[in-house]
Structures are given as structure tokens and as C-alpha cells.
């Protein structure tokens, strides 16, 4: 696979990188997890050039980062073959989450020494926080991350779901190479604003939930026959009442030119976003790898102008129906 640049510090990562969350946490339930086929599926991502691997401490709490970590082991050499994210950022203590976000800086060494234990690894190659915390001042947070830097336990430092003065202010401390948050033909915030600053400041961007939370794949169900631990069924507006029948029908522009090309929906939401820019790598979730191999397949699906045109203006923001979260965790996005 080809690779691109995350900032302009050195970061190089594969076009599409791999999101861990869903094999330990947020959707589905714990029946539906399957550690010999995740890990199989690190393995094979690793083997066909997908080597960029997003994980954070509260999934699970902690047992992505431990599953990732063993997996990485069993497979000689891989190590020094893979980039590395996870992040910090909530209250977690002892692998027990509370509500509520936590950035000081005793609790971001504290969350960095946990995940260097259980990745298994001497240094993490991307350190993201998790969520900005409106109770330490930004300059404080990448202060502390800058000063992991200095130590060798992480090489470059992310955001996530930060609004623009707080990237201004943390890019004045210590460069950031990436901005993680939610980005995709279903989800276009970051358009008239965001965008624009990563790259006046050398930034790149890492979307996640590039498929559309499952609307974009086609495989999206309503929140009432979602499981009851489900993350979207819990947390997600669109998928209710008449927000997830308009949903559908906008969805079904990308079914179509799919189907007129003869790819997958969600490759075509995919080759999107990797069109919009070669400072974006998209990072779709699986615990499968067959699905792997499809959304990887994306990175050679070729889009014309037209095409891209036809997509923007179908799923333009107006044509989504209902907010991205519930208010709660609307009031964590730092915009």
C-alpha cells in the first residue's frame, strides 16, 4: 500500500490505516468478539501493507491496547513494521472508567506508562488526547506530552475533536502531527473551518468513522434492533425514528454509483475521502478480515471530478438528518 505523511515532522503511515476499537468495545457485544480472528486480522493487515493501528486506553478499558500489544508480539518483527497510535484522555483509573474527562498532567504519564506496558512496547508512535479537557489549559497537556517526547516514550503528538483556538494554541507548544476526528462523506464539520487550519499549520487528519457509522456500507439498522450495549443505539440520533428513514434514502446515492462502478459502498466512501486530500488517512474499523481486505481494496478505486461533485452535493449536510451524538457527548467535541 502506499503511504502518506501525517505534519510535517517525519510521521510517514500507510494511505488507510486499521481502527481496533470495535474489536474490544462500542459496538455490538461481547459474544460478538473474536481475539484468534482480531488478531488475525492485525496479522493480515500487517502482511498487505495496512500497518497505521489506532487504539486508546478506554477501549475496553485497556484491553485494545493489551490485544493489539499481544498481537504485535506473536508475529516476529512487527513491531518495527507498524505505527502505533493510542490516546488518553478519560477518567480512567486502574481499568475502571468514570465519567468525565481527566488531562492532568500526572494522569497523562500515569495513562502513558499503562499503554507502553500493555502494547508491550518501549515507545508509542502517535499519542493522541483523547478528548480536550476544559479543566487544564491545553499548553499544560502538550507540555506533559512534549516532555514524553523528550523522554522517548512517544515520537508524535496528536489531537482529538479539538476546535480550532485550542489546535492554534497547542501547535504554538510542541508541533501536532495529526488532528483525529470524525470525517467523512456522512459527516462533513470539519469542512468550512477545520480543514483549512490543518493545512495552514502542516497538520494532517485522521477520520475516523469514515463509513458512516454502517449508513455509508449499507449495513446500518435502526437504534431499536441494535444490542442493547450497542454505542449507536445509546448515543446515536440518526439511526432513530424519521432521522434513520431520510438517512437511508440519502445513503442510497452511494449505493448506486457504487453499483454503477462495480465496487463496495463503503470502498467508494473510502477512494472519497483519500481523494480529498493526501493529508488524510482514514482509519475504518473491523474485527474481520475479510472486511479488511475490502475497505484496503478502496485505495485503488479511482474517482473523477464528476463523481466526487455528485457525492458532495448528494450527502451534502443539509440532506443528513439529526445530530452526530446525543448532547452529552456533544458537549465533549471541543467546537
Known amino acids: 500500500m502506499k503511504t502518506r505523511k501525517l505534519g510535517s515532522q517525519g510521521l510517514e503511515v500507510s494511505a488507510l490505516g486499521l481502527g481496533l476499537m470495535t474489536m474490544s468495545h462500542g ?75 481527566n488531562s492532568k498532567p500526572a494522569r497523562i504519564r500515569e495513562a502513558v506508562e499503562g499503554s507502553l506496558k500493555r502494547l508491550q512496547t518501549d515507545h508509542i508512535d502517535m499519542l493522541y488526547q483523547h ?12 507540555g506533559t ?15 482529538s475533536e479539538a476546535g480550532e483556538k485550542t489546535i ?3 501547535h504554538a507548544v510542541h508541533p501536532i502531527s495529526a488532528l483525529q476526528s470524525e470525517y467523512s462523506l456522512w459527516e462533513r464539520n470539519l469542512e468550512p473551518q477545520i480543514i483549512p487550519l490543518l493545512r495552514e499549520l502542516g497538520i494532517g487528519l485522521v477520520p475516523f468513522s469514515p463509513l458512516g457509522r454502517g449508513f455509508l456500507t449499507g449495513t446500518a439498522k435502526r437504534a431499536e434492533d441494535l444490542p442493547e450495549g450497542d454505542f449507536r443505539r445509546q448515543n446515536d440520533p ?27 459502498s463503503g470502498q467508494l466512501a473510502l477512494a472519497w475521502l483519500l481523494h480529498k486530500g493526501n493529508d488524510i ?41 439529526g445530530s452526530r451524538y446525543v448532547p ?6 471541543d467546537r
Open 27 to 101: 459496538y455490538g457485544t461481547a459474544a460478538d468478539r473474536d481475539e484468534a480472528e482480531s488478531i488475525a486480522t492485525i496479522h493480515r493487515a500487517i502482511e498487505i501493507g495496512c500497518v497505521f493501528f489506532d487504539t486508546a486506553e478506554v477501549y475496553g478499558p485497556c484491553t485494545n491496547e493489551a490485544l493489539l500489544g499481544k498481537a504485535l508480539k506473536q508475529l516476529k518483527g512487527a513491531r518495527d513494521r507498524v505505527v502505533v497510535a493510542t490516546k488518553f484522555g478519560f477518567n480512567v483509573t486502574n481499568c475502571v472508567t468514570s465519567p468525565g474527562v
Open 131 to 142: 478528548r480536550v479537557d476544559p479543566n487544564v489549559p491545553i499548553e499544560d497537556v502538550v
Open 145 to 159: 506530552m512534549a516532555d514524553l517526547v523528550r523522554a522517548g516514550k512517544v515520537r508524535y503528538l496528536g489531537l
Open 168 to 170: 492554534r494554541r497547542a
Open 238 to 264: 440518526r439511526y432513530r425514528g424519521e432521522n434513520f428513514d431520510a438517512n437511508m434514502r440519502a445513503a442510497s446515492a452511494v449505493h448506486e454509483l457504487a453499483a454503477k462502478k462495480g465496487v463496495k
Open 281 to 321: 488517512v482514514p482509519i475504518p474499523g473491523t474485527k474481520r478480515r475479510a472486511y479488511l481486505e475490502e475497505n484496503v481494496a478502496a485505495a485503488e478505486v479511482s474517482l473523477s471530478t464528476d463523481e466526487i461533485a455528485a457525492l458532495d452535493a448528494a450527502l451534502a449536510p443539509e440532506r443528513i438528518s
Open 328 to 333: 452529552a457527548l456533544h458537549a465533549m467535541v
